[in-house]
């Protein structure tokens, strides 16, 4: 199976330090960011991977090479500006194929374990499900959470002013049919969260929570606390 890895975000919440360096190649215990999610794609048997950008973007290119010193063939997807989720992945669909893939957030840290992914992606192809989501439990800067998980079926939060029990947030590790991306035009931004949601509504998306380690790397002092964390 192939993964596609989200890098093109601006990472305005992190600047200064993106003004010069793209937001995956920020370092984290000793290596950039990225290089984290490439590694443990690898140890998992995926090594077929896609890499979209937008800025400063040669930079990750650079940086990368075409993978091979990580053990894995990445290929890039250049979207000149950011076209949001949906929209950089619908861009990339020539690159990822007919089948399901995996799409990891770059902007995360987490310790899943992505060898679980092709067994989910199995299943995915065999059946009506057009998308199977990794949930974490709510983070203090997102306390409401996005989706309830039953069994392994996720569905929708009915609105509340407060955190309900067995709210979980979306990890950033999804896998999905390339169908649910067919009808964005190559080239438009669209978002990922509507897309979702319909499908959720319509009973088509699997889940499974995860309890280990995971953090949203999204501000310079989430960065900090991770590196300490990764170094001791």
Avoid at 40 to 58: E, Q, Y
Wanted: with cysteine; net charge neutral.
């Amino acid at each position: 199976m192939k993964a596609m890895i989200l890098a093109a975000g601006r990472g305005e919440r992190m600047r200064p330090l993106t003004d010069h360096t793209p937001k995956p190649l920020l370092e984290v215990g000793g290596k950039p960011l990225i290089v984290w999610h490439i590694e443990n794609l690898a140890r998992a048997g995926i090594s077929d991977l896609v890499i979209n950008h937008a800025h400063l973007g040669a930079k990750i290119e650079n940086a990368l090479g075409d993978g091979s010193r990580y053990g894995v063939r990445i290929r890039y997807s250049d979207e000149g500006t950011a076209l949001e989720t949906a929209g950089g992945i619908a861009y990339a669909l020539h690159l990822l194929g007919d089948v399901p893939f995996a799409v990891v957030n770059g902007d995360i840290w987490c310790d899943y374990d992505l060898a679980q992914l092709p067994k989910h992606a199995a299943a995915l192809r065999a059946g009506n499900d057009t998308a199977h989501l990794v949930l974490v439990n709510n983070p203090p800067q997102h306390p409401n959470g996005d989706f309830i998980l039953h069994e392994d079926r996720v569905s929708a939060l009915p609105p509340s002013p407060f955190p309900l029990p067995g709210s979980l947030t979306f990890s950033g590790i999804g896998l999905y049919k390339p169908a649910l991306f067919a009808d964005i035009p190559r080239g438009t931004k669209a978002p990922l969260a509507p897309l979702l949601r319909e499908q959720i509504a319509a009973g088509r998306v699997s889940g499974e929570h995860h309890t280990g380690r995971w953090m949203d790397v999204g501000t310079p002092q989430r960065l900090a606390e991770l590196d300490s964390q990764l170094r001791t």
